[in-house]
Every structure is written in C-alpha cells, then in structure tokens.
C-alpha cells in the first residue's frame, strides 16, 4: 500500500527557471494539498485541489505559482522564475473523499526540497 | 499573533520520562485537532487526531483537547529514544467542505537521552 509519493526529492535551479514538482496521491485518494515548509517554520498551506479542480488557494502567491491536480496523472506544483526566497520544503498530502463530511485526515508525503542558487 | 503557538523547544528529557507537549490557538473555530511527528529531513507522520474537547489515548500516546482555553496537549509515556524527533500540532475548521486546510504550530523539536 504505497503512500504518497512526490518527485523529485531534491531540486536544484538557478534564479529565474522553472521549478515543477509532483505529487501523486495515496490509492484511492481524490483531495490533494500543497505546503511549504521554510526553515525553522511550521508547515504553511497554499492550495487545495480536487479532480481537475482548485477547491481553495488562499495560501497560494499571487505570482509566479501555480498547481493543478489534471484528471490523469499526477498534481502539479510549478514555480515560475524562482528566486532564492522561494527555498523550502515542499509537501504534498492527500485524503480520501469525504462523502460531503469533510472529516478526513490528510496523509504527506516526503516532501520536495527545493534549493535556488 | 500566530494562529496557533507552539514552543519550539529543543526539549530533551531522560528515557522512560513523560513528555508533555502543549499548543495553544486564538481561533475559536477550530474543531480538529491532530498531531504530527516529524524526523529530521522526512514528511510528517499522523500520529493522533481528535474531535472538539476530550481525551485520546493510543498506546504510550494521549492527546488531550480544552476548547474553553483553546489548548491542546500531547502526552508520551515511557519515552523511547526513537521518539526523538519535531512534533507539530495542527488543527483545522469544519466539516464543512472548502474548510479543509490545516494551520500547523511550529513544531517542538524533542530529544530523549539514553
């Protein structure tokens, strides 16, 4: 029973590229959840996605990110233009669809480290 | 002022001690509460999750929730090195739908000494 998987472990990327980062949820697990984790800081939320839908971004900049969790394969998180403030641990959770209860906990996964030079 | 306050430590207690560790939140609608462990450089790891106020108890774990206070609490008994690590609180509204984000404390980095 695999859990959640997300890929690569380590990027690297020079100021100004392009960051992408994957995150395929556990089996049978349809609600996906990005974080990121800064040094020495708890782990802050960004965005929300379902099927082919964001549910919530609130926590998402405004510029440069964005996520999609496409009907086949796996979330994407991309990172446009990176600058070094963008350093961090990136975690990817998913849970299975609550039938409208919204209690389901979230699973993570190990998480992308993403360094900018 | 943060959401949710945790004490970021480091904590180090002796083997076979009880830890005790604490969060408190300012927001009111919170009504999910988990903790999380987390080894150094690894994702974190679901460790107990409880609804509004109570007590919880999972083996050398008890997760204790006083929603008056807006303070949760996280007891290991019998401590292992191998507990050695950071724990997060997190907590969450709902259950309606579009409140599923969780707001995480910092995490208190724990060390048991053999």
């Known amino acids: 029973n695999a859990g959640v998987m997300q890929n690569p472990r380590h990027l690297v990327r020079r100021r100004g590229q392009e960051a992408r980062l994957r995150c395929s949820p556990m089996?049978?697990?349809?609600?996906v959840y990005w974080y990121r984790q800064l040094p020495e800081e708890g782990l802050k939320f960004m965005v929300y996605?379902?099927?082919?839908?964001?549910?919530?971004e609130s926590g998402m900049p405004k510029e440069r990110f964005s996520a999609e969790f496409p009907k086949e394969g796996p979330s994407i998180l991309r990172i446009q233009q990176v600058v070094r403030g963008d350093s961090a641990a990136y975690f990817c959770a998913s849970s299975p669809p609550t039938g409208g209860s919204g209690t389901d906990t979230q699973y993570f996964g190990p998480g992308t480290r993403l360094t900018v030079l | 002022q943060k959401e949710v306050e945790q004490d970021p430590g480091p904590l180090s207690v002796p083997e076979g001690a009880i830890v005790s560790l604490n969060c408190t939140y300012s927001n009111s609608a919170f009504q999910y509460f988990m903790w999380y462990r987390q080894y150094s450089r690894k994702g974190p790891e679901l460790l107990m999750y409880?609804?509004?106020?109570g007590n919880k108890e999972d083996g050398r774990f008890t997760a204790q929730v006083d929603k008056s206070s807006k303070y949760i609490s996280l007891f290991i008994r019998d401590s292992q090195p191998s507990d050695s690590a950071t724990y997060l609180c997190?907590?969450?509204?709902?259950?309606?739908?579009?409140?599923?984000?969780?707001?995480f404390g910092t995490g208190t980095r724990l060390t048991i000494i053999p």
């Open positions: 089996k049978g697990h349809s609600h």
């Open positions: 996605l379902q099927k082919e839908n964001i549910i919530d």
């Open positions: 409880t609804y509004s106020s």
């Open positions: 997190a907590m969450r509204e709902g259950p309606n739908f579009g409140n599923e984000k969780l707001t």
